[in-house]
Structures are given as C-alpha cells and as structure tokens.
C-alpha cells in the first residue's frame, strides 16, 4: 500500500510543481484560490505586493487534508511585521508524509509605492525529500508581486513565482514551473466581495476561478467557489473575534473527493476596545 501513495503522490506532486506555488490558508480555499488581490497575512503565499497593504503585525497557521488523506496534508504558516518603512514577512508550508516530503521556506519585503500601488519581493528555498532509495533535491527560487488599488472597493493584483526557474532535476533539465497569477477583487457593497482570477504555469493551460464572500452578520463570513480545468467547488466560512480569525474551507472535486483546511490568524497589535 505504501508504493501505491508514493505512486500517487508522486503525480500530485508533479502536477504541484508544476504549478510553482501552492495556495495555503482556508479563506483562499473557500474562494476556489481567487486570493491574488487579498492583503492579508496569507498574501504571503500567494502575492507579497498585497501584503504591502498591513498596518499590523500578524501570524497565521494552517492545516489542509487534501483528498481527505493523511499522506497528502499540509502545514502552513506565515508572519508579516510592518515596519517604518514596508513590512517584512516569512513564512513556511510543509506538505507530504515520511515517503515523499515537500518543505518551502522563505522571507519577503513588501513596500508601499504610490499612493495605491504596492509591490513586493520574496526569496524561497525549496526542498524535496523523497524515498531513501531515490534522495533528495533543494534549490532557491524567487517571486514578486504587485497590487494596485484602483478605488476604495476595486484592487488589482498579479504575482508570479519562480521567476529564475530552479531547477528540480538534472535529468532533462527538469525545473520547477513558473506561474502567474492576475486577478481583480471588488466590494460591492460592505458586505459582499467578489473575485475573479486567471492562474497560468509555463506547462498547464490556464485556470480561472471565481469567489464570492459575504458578510452575513458582524463577525461571521461566508464564502464560495468555483475553479475550471479541472473542475473544483469551493465552500466556507470564517469567524472574527477581537484579534483572532478562525476560517474554514474545503473544496471538492468529482473523481478525488474533499480537501478540508483550517486556519487560524491572530493580529498582535491591534487596538481593541
């Protein structure tokens, strides 16, 4: 049986490679991975420009089952410090089991450009540990960030990860993909936000998803989403208390089944009354 998810897990993993990024936190996953243009403390894996945008230190962690097997879960985590000058993050996300092991660890520099523009800079190492029979693999690969802020309730964002593609194996010059990503949020009114993003890796074609978030009372959210090619629904929600935010997701697919993620952010200086 364990050949058979090292077997599995080798595809996953080449399809995650593929990709050159892998989205973490549970508000991005119930939003179909819409989440270029969310300036939270997440935007660590997913855009450094948007974190450009925090005024407060923040920590999240988090914690995806994907397929709802233990062989393909993953532990997520990221820190964003807002200085004088920027906010300086890290973060970390560790994905697999014993057999076949994923690590990406890094450290970012964000900065407020214009008066509604940001950007940001990230530098990764990347690790691949495989079965003792096969070793394992390391490299260094870099991503950037913008994010515009076009009117108080529509922003613009795109990233792009591993912009020098590190290469991933000798053996016909295999590289770990780089991927873009472009997408649009907008508030249509204080309670409901949409997403729209396209998602695009040298080898895949491209991905468009979709989110919706709506505020159903003060401090409770509601999300959902929709991904094409393959096929992925998205749902979710999310709880706010004082300083602490509690999300859920999971998202589904046809022939695979659930992936459920979890997460926890925590604002270490807010003010609160």
Known sequence: MKYIYLLFSLIYSSALFSQGWQPVGARSNSLANASVTIADVWAFHHNPGALGELKEAT????YENRFLM??????????????????????????????????RVGAGYSLKLAERFYAGVQLN???LQLNENYGNRHGVSAEAGLQ???????RLGFSVTNIGR????????????????????????????FLLEASKSIMDKTRFKFG?????IKSFYVRAGVAGAPIEASLGFGYKWKVISIDFGTAYRQLLGWSPHISLTYIANKKTN
């Open 59 to 62: 920590v999240g962690v988090s």
């Open 70 to 103: 233990k062989e393909f879960q993953t532990q997520g985590i990221a820190y964003a410090q807002p200085l004088k000058y920027g906010v300086l993050s890290v973060g970390a996300q560790f994905y697999g089991y014993k057999q076949f092991r994923t690590q």
């Open 125 to 127: 190492y990347l690790g």
């Open 148 to 154: 515009a802020l076009i009117s108080e309730n529509w």
């Open 166 to 193: 590190a290469k991933l194996n000798d053996f016909q010059n295999e590289r770990y993909t780089t991927n873009f990503r472009l997408g649009t949020s907008y508030n249509l009114s204080n309670k409901v936000l």
């Open 212 to 216: 919706v978030e709506y505020q159903a």
